[in-house]
């Protein structure tokens, strides 16, 4: 199981870096299954406000977070017990709260990837792979 974190599905539909938004599009085009956590919908329906000015309307942020559900196998909803494996994980992995309680999620959720340019990835926290997929790879 993967899942995809906001700020992938914000460069999906933000043409203002070509290389970001074909990196974003490699992603949610081609790995499966996804995941769709709550927060990673709610996060993206707040995040893309700020791509009003570029022509990204309210109504396209809800029909892109339609068509994000249509191509998630999984909606991880929120569950209270993560609150107690984010406070673990924002002290032990020094991680913000909301990266702590995303990574939670997906700790209970059965995820072995997470693509995201937040946790100083490429990293493996309990299990979970972190990938960044904007780095640009290092050079021999």
Request: overall charge negative.
């Amino acid at each position: 199981m993967n899942v995809a974190d906001t700020n992938v599905w914000i460069y999906y539909h933000d043409a203002r870096d070509p290389a970001k938004q074909a990196a974003a599009s490699t992603v949610l085009d081609t790995v499966r299954p996804l995941v769709l956590p709550w927060q990673v919908g709610c996060e993206f329906m707040a995040a893309s406000r700020k791509l009003l000015p570029f022509g990204f309307t309210e109504e396209m942020a809800w029909q892109a977070l339609a068509a994000m559900q249509d191509v998630a196998a999984l909606i991880a909803l929120p569950n209270p017990v993560d609150w107690e494996t984010a406070r673990e994980l924002q002290t032990g992995e020094m991680l913000s709260f909301w990266d702590a309680l995303l990574l939670a999620t997906c700790l209970r959720n059965g995820v072995t990837t997470l693509y995201s340019e937040d946790f100083g990835s490429p990293r493996t926290i309990r299990g979970i792979s972190v990938v960044n997929p904007f780095a640009t790879p290092s050079q021999p």
